[in-house]
């Protein structure tokens, strides 16, 4: 099998290789969702992040890096400064995955007050 066109498939274990971090991945650890939220209005150095989080500058470093790998941030030289922001496309991804499920929930909410208005009818 040629792995050619496929270079997603490594050549010597033939295995599927996936993103290293997508958007699911990104938002479910807390540290980045609060630094997503303080990426929303601003465009931050890593030091005004840092100020934000009980963790070592390290560490932030490497929640943005991955927040940047699932396309979540981007960063920018200022001088001898590493500005970061968020970048919110990748979110729309999130927001369709998540719609199904809302309407989901409204249908079962919707047949349980059917079902609890039915038995609350004088027979």
């Known amino acids: 099998?040629?792995?050619?066109?496929?270079?997603?498939?490594?050549?010597?274990?033939?295995?599927?290789s996936t993103p290293?971090?997508?958007?699911?991945?990104a938002i479910a650890n807390p540290t980045?969702?609060?630094m997503l939220q303080?990426?929303?209005?601003n465009e931050l150095s890593i030091a005004a992040i840092a100020?934000?989080?009980p963790i070592s500058r390290t560490a932030v470093n490497k929640h943005l890096r991955v927040l940047s790998e699932?396309?979540?941030?981007?960063?920018?030289k200022?001088?001898?400064e590493t500005r970061y922001r968020l970048e919110p496309e990748p979110l729309v991804e999130l927001k369709t995955w998540l719609s199904f499920f809302e309407g989901y929930w409204d249908e079962r909410l919707a047949a349980l007050k059917r079902m609890v208005e039915a038995d609350e009818e004088p027979s």
């Open 78 to 80: 200022t001088g001898r």
């Open 32 to 34: 980045r969702r609060q």
């Open 70 to 76: 699932a396309r979540l941030g981007s960063c920018r």
């Open 20 to 25: 290293k971090h997508d958007v699911f991945h």
């Open 51 to 53: 100020k934000s989080f």
């Open 38 to 41: 303080l990426l929303a209005d």
């Open 1 to 16: 099998m040629s792995t050619k066109n496929f270079p997603h498939i490594s050549k010597d274990k033939r295995t599927v």
